[in-house]
């Protein structure tokens, strides 16, 4: 058998190894407790065999609250031989190790090197977190792949990590090789050349074959050579020169560019910053290199009552709305209405060995759970900080991830391990008597923003994210939903409650009652959810902005976002500073006029049946917005109308074409002053909108921004819509505004997504 052949052979061999281990978990989920599929299924099945399902109904539907309803399902057999065990997902050296053969085989390859990078990532996931000097060297490894990807910041964290925490250094001669590829990468030469030196003593001392060493020498020398060459001191002092040269001239620009705001300054603030402080890069190797957005500031100053608005808005309940979002000033297109941060929020199943489940960033240098093989975090600080809330899911995860048990499961137990059991058992009377727990959200509204006594468990008079009350008091629209809905729902919150005592939320043996308790809430939440839980999302770039797009990274609940009702015209559009939510005004909101976010059904892509339907299905309500009223077409709305607008004579108003800027008098009135005057600068607006285009491709999302304001403001008084160019600049406003938040670069040579 030739190299190649022999190779494939052993790829293959380590795949099937991966695949029995598979079985293995299979086997696993066996032991620690059934699935929720196979409860819910074994309970109907039952039903339909006994063929009681109309009695069932009968009785369940007597059932008028969450108590009630959790308890008629606590009787069934099912449910009370129901156990779950808790069972980490644990790390497993031999799966490690087979991983890092793999990699092994790979990763001399360069084609091969994203496959590669996967698999060290499994290796490391597994390796157990005693073992350190084995988790060096695989963070080592990791550290390669990335070079060979040309992630030369994520390799010199990685490279640095492992030479930080091996317990002999000396071995790892291939960091410092890497690292010195890293500086000289980044023309760092002074840097990089004590690296190669360490890297070449280490390779000399080290067990390698004379061949390996031999082949390692050359492809260093190389490189060596020109870094020691850019180090003589006559190329020194002209590099130090160009160096000085081009941040005076980058202080320079920065001053001339007085146009650009804030963040975009702060972007050229980091590099003058890490250009001064070189040093820190060094000590740097736990901090991301990935750095988040800023988070906006809330404009028109902040609301005395809701912690995370703008007190350019207040809250009302209107029949038939619940509580809805108010403008109580008129507000201005890009103003911040809201910043909210997530009572609880948690990252996609399918994304969990890529994000930190502390702050949902995007990491290739991730640092696993101490415990569980299943999650990762970005950095040292995120993996303390995110160890309380993941303390307890951990050894749950295979039951809460479960996709038949649906996606809130986990969200629903943080929401519950976010409030300490003692704190729920402390309040539970009050909670299971509270009568308000059984309407609907908006009775509650006025009582609680009064700081009513009997609400003030923790309310402080203020509405604030932090504060479960917030989160508990969501709308369910429970009086809307079906028997099955209700009967899925009270089944899985079981399901989710037992989860909760297999972790030891309650402590050791819970009664059954403080069990019946929780799920209680966790019935309520599972509904509230539903309807009130938003996605996080990250924007992916392209090199083409037409294919930029958005892609949900974690789910979150956002008390203060929350508030605000949908419509298929919003006037705000949504997105995401790591796990913060922002909301910003994208038209003109006046006085009086409800903030209106989108609840993903935009009247121009999805046809009104659609949109009704499932907002219906979902969200339990009649859409009447403009859009729906109005019956507005899809996109593009008129064939061949580019811009109808108002002839701006007040007492003609009437409706005109803007084609091509030669008809200069309205058919209407007859004016020519007024009407050829707005004709003209209507020609020139329409270059600023190209002009927003073109800077939203150079990616200047804050200039573009600025632009498009302008033009969206121009819009306001003289445009009618629907209007394709209305519609265009309002969702080039939304796009613009998503790319101010969660966004990544997409590298075609890494699979990150
Ligand atoms: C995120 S909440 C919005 C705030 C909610 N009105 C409240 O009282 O808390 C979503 C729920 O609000 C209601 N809702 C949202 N948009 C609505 C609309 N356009 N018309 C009527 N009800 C709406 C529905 O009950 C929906 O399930």
């Known amino acids: 058998m030739d190299d190649e052949g022999q190779h494939q052979d052993q790829v293959q061999q380590l795949q099937e190894q991966m695949g029995g281990q598979q079985w293995h978990q299979q086997q696993q989920r066996q032991q620690c407790g059934p699935g929720f599929g196979s409860l819910y299924t074994t309970v109907c099945d039952r039903i339909r065999a006994e063929n009681i399902l109309d009695t069932v109904m009968e009785h369940f539907q007597q059932c008028h609250s969450d108590q009630a309803r959790i308890s008629y399902v606590w009787q069934l057999p099912e449910?009370?031989?129901?156990?779950?065990?808790?069972?980490?997902?644990?790390?497993?050296?031999?799966?490690?190790?087979?991983?890092?053969?793999?990699?092994?085989?790979?990763?001399?390859?360069?084609?091969?090197?994203?496959?590669?990078?996967?698999?060290?990532?499994?290796?490391?996931l597994k390796t157990p977190a005693d073992d350190t000097n084995v988790l060096a060297r695989r963070f080592m490894k990791r550290a390669w792949a990335l070079l060979?990807?040309?992630?030369?910041?994520?390799?010199?964290?990685?490279?640095?990590?492992?030479?930080?925490i091996a317990k002999s250094p000396g071995l790892l001669w291939n960091a410092h090789e890497i690292l010195a590829h890293c500086h000289a990468k980044m023309k760092s030469y002074k840097k990089a050349e004590p690296h190669f030196v360490k890297a070449l003593e280490g390779l000399r001392k080290s067990s390698a074959s004379n061949e390996e060493k031999a082949a390692v020498a050359g492809r260093v020398s190389t490189v060596f050579r020109m870094v020691k060459e850019e180090n003589k001191p006559k190329n020194r002092a002209k590099e130090t020169n160009k160096k000085q040269q081009e941040m005076k001239t980058k202080k320079f620009n920065k001053k001339k560019k007085k146009e650009q705001t804030k963040s975009e300054n702060s972007i050229d603030e980091d590099v003058i910053r890490e250009e001064e402080n070189d040093e820190e890069e060094e000590a740097g190797m736990e901090k991301s290199r990935h750095?988040?957005?800023?988070?906006?500031?809330?404009?028109?100053?902040?609301?005395?009552?809701?912690?995370?608005?703008?007190?350019?808005?207040?809250?009302?309940?209107?029949?038939?709305?619940?509580?809805?979002?108010?403008?109580?000033?008129?507000?201005?297109?890009?103003?911040?209405?809201?910043?909210?941060?997530?009572?609880?929020?948690?990252?996609?199943?399918?994304?969990?060995?890529?994000?930190?489940?502390?702050?949902?960033?995007?990491?290739?240098?991730?640092?696993?759970?101490?415990?569980?093989?299943?999650?990762?975090?970005?950095?040292?600080?995120?993996?303390?900080?995110?160890?309380?809330?993941?303390?307890?899911?951990?050894?749950?995860?295979?039951?809460?991830?479960?996709?038949?048990?649906?996606?809130?499961?986990?969200?629903?137990?943080?929401?519950?391990?976010?409030?300490?059991?003692?704190?729920?058992?402390?309040?539970?009377?009050?909670?299971?008597?509270?009568?308000?727990?059984?309407?609907?959200?908006?009775?509650?509204?006025?009582?609680?923003?009064?700081?009513?006594?009997?609400?003030?468990?923790?309310?402080?008079?203020?509405?604030?994210?932090?504060?479960?009350?917030?989160?508990?008091?969501?709308?369910t629209n429970a009086s809307k939903r079906s028997f099955g809905d209700h009967f899925k729902r009270a089944l899985s919150a079981v399901y989710i409650s037992q989860c909760l005592a297999a972790a030891g939320f309650f402590g050791s043996n819970p009664g059954a009652d403080d069990i019946k308790f929780a799920a209680t809430l966790a019935v309520r939440h599972l509904q509230s959810c539903s309807c009130n839980a938003y996605e996080i999302s990250e924007m992916q770039l392209k090199?083409?902005?037409?294919?930029?797009?958005?892609?949900?990274?974690?789910?979150?609940?956002?008390?203060?976002?929350?508030?605000?009702?949908?419509?298929?015209?919003?006037?705000?559009?949504?997105?995401?500073?790591?796990?913060?939510?922002?909301?910003?005004?994208?038209?003109?909101?006046?006085?009086?006029?409800?903030?209106?976010?989108?609840?993903?059904?935009?009247?121009?892509?999805?046809?009104?049946?659609?949109?009704?339907?499932?907002?219906?299905?979902?969200?339990?309500?009649?859409?009447?917005?403009?859009?729906?009223?109005?019956?507005?077409p899809l996109y593009p709305h008129r064939q061949g109308e580019p811009i109808i607008f108002r002839c701006p004579v007040t007492e003609c108003n009437a409706h005109s074409s803007f084609l091509d800027g030669r008809q200069m008098e309205c058919k209407s009135c007859g004016d020519?002053?007024?009407?050829?005057?707005?004709?003209?600068?209507?020609?020139?607006?329409?270059?600023?909108?190209?002009?927003?285009?073109?800077?939203?491709?150079?990616a200047k999302f804050e200039s573009a921004l600025k632009v498009l304001l302008q033009h969206q403001e121009f819009l306001e008084t003289q445009a009618v819509y629907p209007a394709k160019h209305y519609t265009d600049v309002q969702e080039m406003l939304r796009q613009c505004l998503n790319c101010l938040g969660n966004t990544h670069c997409v590298n075609p040579k890494v699979n990150t997504n």
């Open 672 to 698: 020519k002053q007024l009407y050829g005057k707005l004709v003209k600068s209507i020609s020139t607006r329409l270059d600023n909108y190209s002009k927003a285009l073109s800077l939203m491709h150079d």
């Open 79 to 124: 449910v009370r031989e129901l156990q779950l065990k808790s069972h980490t997902s644990g790390k497993c050296s031999e799966e490690a190790q087979s991983c890092e053969e793999l990699y092994d085989m790979l990763v001399n390859s360069e084609n091969n090197a994203a496959r590669a990078l996967e698999v060290v990532q499994r290796a490391i």
């Open 543 to 632: 090199e083409n902005i037409a294919e930029n797009k958005s892609l949900e990274i974690g789910g979150a609940v956002y008390p203060t976002v929350s508030l605000s009702n949908h419509s298929c015209f919003p006037n705000v559009a949504r997105y995401n500073v790591g796990t913060c939510c922002v909301l910003r005004a994208t038209r003109l909101i006046p006085r009086g006029a409800e903030v209106l976010d989108n609840y993903g059904y935009y009247f121009h892509v999805i046809p009104q049946v659609e949109r009704r339907d499932t907002l219906r299905l979902q969200y339990k309500f009649e859409c009447s917005c403009e859009a729906c009223t109005g019956s507005w």
């Open 291 to 475: 750095k988040l957005p800023e988070v906006p500031k809330i404009s028109l100053g902040k609301n005395s009552k809701l912690d995370c608005a703008s007190a350019a808005v207040s809250v009302v309940v209107i029949e038939g709305r619940g509580r809805c979002v108010i403008a109580n000033r008129d507000i201005r297109a890009g103003s911040v209405v809201m910043v909210d941060k997530p009572y609880a929020s948690v990252v996609n199943a399918d994304q969990l060995h890529q994000r930190c489940n502390n702050c949902c960033r995007r990491c290739l240098t991730s640092l696993p759970c101490l415990h569980c093989a299943v999650v990762v975090f970005c950095s040292d600080e995120c993996r303390s900080s995110g160890a309380a809330q993941h303390r307890l899911e951990c050894s749950v995860m295979t039951h809460l991830y479960d996709a038949t048990l649906g996606k809130m499961a986990p969200l629903v137990f943080r929401i519950l391990t976010a409030v300490s059991w003692q704190r729920l058992k402390k309040s539970k009377e009050k909670l299971l008597s509270d009568p308000l727990l059984e309407d609907e959200a908006p009775k509650l509204i006025e009582s609680i923003m009064e700081g009513n006594e009997q609400q003030k468990w923790r309310w402080e008079g203020h509405y604030s994210p932090t504060d479960y009350l917030t989160t508990l008091y969501l709308v």
């Open 148 to 164: 060979l990807l040309e992630q030369f910041d994520d390799a010199f964290t990685d490279a640095s990590r492992a030479l930080h």
